[in-house]
């Protein structure tokens, strides 16, 4: 079975300081792996996805996020937190043994302090 | 040149009413959604089509009717409005079967139920 698991629902940091999300991923199969990002009174927007071509995936606004599939994980990472990336991000698997039908994690709220 | 456009942005209306969300597509894609995010920001899926067939029916209240009268266009309908119906609903599309194709969201359309 399919199943995204974002292990924190919120995660705080200073503004200039490294951000790290976390998901972890069940899939049967070689996923296709996305990040999306949804501020305030805002549709979700593709931040990057995992296309298997490489396991680092460089995405919008300086966000990247490696594939390791030994940890069946998908983090997203950012060297240095702005005060516009304070949104929600969701981590979403899709597989393709299922139709390609999309899983979505259940949210963590960045919250960036000036 | 928007490529997933929901209508209308906001409804507020009020308890028994029957209300309608258009959507529609220009991207081309073969597949729409329909997602419920609630106030804690989980993201359900509630319907699928698919080339106009529906392919993903999960567990909604069948006050809930989507219609694609083409697969540029989903729309969703509802009947006998209540209070728990009040969240944001998404529509989405993406390419079926198409490997790493990412969905593309809408706006979003705010439902208050009064």
């Known amino acids: 079975a399919q199943s995204v698991t974002q292990l924190d629902s919120h995660v705080s940091v200073s503004e200039g300081t490294p951000v790290l999300l976390r998901c972890n991923y069940s899939s049967s199969y070689s996923p296709s792996l996305f990040w999306y990002v949804q501020h305030p009174n805002k549709g979700l927007q593709l931040l990057l996805k995992?296309?298997?071509?490489?396991?680092l995936v460089k995405g919008i606004n300086g966000f990247e996020a490696e594939f390791k599939k030994s940890e069946t994980s998908f983090h997203l990472t950012k060297p240095s937190a702005h005060m516009s990336d304070a949104a929600e991000y969701f981590c979403?698997?899709?597989?393709?043994?299922?139709?390609?039908?999309?899983?979505f994690g259940t949210g963590t709220s960045l919250t960036v302090i000036p | 040149d928007t490529a997933v456009s929901q209508t209308p942005k906001y409804l507020v209306t009020q308890m028994g009413n029957d209300k309608s969300i258009k959507c529609e597509q220009n991207l081309g894609h073969d597949t729409m959604y329909w997602y419920k995010q609630d106030s804690k920001k989980f993201l359900k899926i509630m319907f699928s089509?698919?080339?106009?067939?529906?392919?993903i029916n999960e567990t909604v209240p069948n006050r809930f009717s989507p219609k694609s009268p083409d697969k540029a266009h989903l729309n969703l309908h509802i009947n006998s409005l209540e209070l728990g119906d009040s969240a944001v609903y998404f529509c989405?599309?993406?390419?079926?079967?198409?490997?790493?194709?990412?969905?593309?969201f809408g706006d979003g359309t705010r439902l208050s139920i009064l």
């Open positions: 989405a599309s993406s390419q079926r079967g198409t490997r790493n194709q990412p969905q593309h």
């Open positions: 089509y698919n080339n106009k067939e529906l392919i």
């Open positions: 979403v698997v899709s597989d393709p043994e299922t139709g390609n039908q999309f899983y």
């Open positions: 995992y296309t298997s071509a490489a396991t």
